[in-house]
């Protein structure tokens, strides 16, 4: 069974940055698609970066330039590197790991706000 745990949420102004990082207990972390993720109050769950095993990543039109998602193998690890941040990106943010074989596992999540 794969667990996710984030931190790294908070508080940051706006212009700010903060950095995200999500630790994946289990096995085979090389195989998962790893994803960040966020939901504003009365909002859907919507994609805001990806990144296969391979390293190939995918960012949310809003974000791409100022957000940047990573993975460390050896930590088992995702991060992902908020610059620039906007008082629209603050939401909770959601750790997922997908696999081909169709597992899907969700961390509780982080809020982040950005607001001065």
């Known amino acids: 069974q794969v667990q996710l745990v984030e931190s790294g949420g908070g508080l940051a102004q706006p212009g700010g940055s903060l950095r995200l990082s999500c630790a994946f207990s289990?096995?085979?972390?090389?195989?998962?698609?790893m994803g960040w993720y966020r939901q504003a109050p009365g909002k859907q769950r919507d994609l805001v970066a990806s990144?296969?095993?391979?390293?190939?990543?995918n960012y949310a039109d809003s974000v791409r330039g100022r957000f940047t998602i990573s993975r460390d193998s050896g930590q088992t690890t995702v991060s992902l590197q908020m610059n620039g941040l906007k008082p629209d990106d603050s939401a909770v943010y959601y750790c997922?790991?997908?696999?081909?074989?169709?597992?899907?596992?969700w961390g509780r999540g982080t809020q982040v706000t950005v607001s001065s």
């Open positions: 990144i296969d095993r391979g390293g190939t990543t």
């Open positions: 289990g096995s085979r972390f090389n195989l998962y698609v």
């Open positions: 997922n790991a997908k696999s081909a074989w169709g597992d899907n596992f």
